[in-house]
């Protein structure tokens, strides 16, 4: 079965760039839909944004839209976020999960990494 790993802590300021990883346990991540999800202190679970097929394409939310991409390894089995002009409120702890349809709702995903913090000081 196909695990989801997610590595390390991450503390920038306001105006940095960051790249997140998610690595697969197998090679079959190529066959899923990855997305990423974020979660603040307080808040329920939100979309961030997905990577879809290969060659592939993504969507993200419109907070994020036009600062944050993301891109797909096949070989390395690793997908990443990467994000662009942080802002505070982007702190979060961001997770990546995957499907086979993809979708918004993180209730349509049944594989997860375990999260990795992400922290933005002003």
């Known amino acids: 079965e196909l695990e989801l790993f ?60 036009g600062r944050f991409t993301a891109s797909r390894d096949n070989f390395r089995n690793i997908v990443k976020l990467h994000m662009n002009s942080l802002k505070p409120e982007d702190t979060a702890v961001y997770f990546c999960a995957a499907n086979s349809v993809g979708g918004r709702s993180p209730t349509a995903y049944d594989l997860w990494g375990q999260g990795t913090q992400v922290t933005v000081s002003s």
């Open 6 to 65: 997610q590595f390390g802590e991450k503390s920038v300021q306001a105006g940095a760039s960051l790249i997140l990883s998610c690595e697969g346990s197998k090679r079959l991540l190529s066959n899923y839909v990855v997305a990423w999800f974020r979660q603040a202190p307080g808040k329920e679970r939100e979309f961030v944004g997905e990577i879809i097929g290969d060659p592939f394409s993504y969507n993200f939310t419109d907070s994020v839209k």
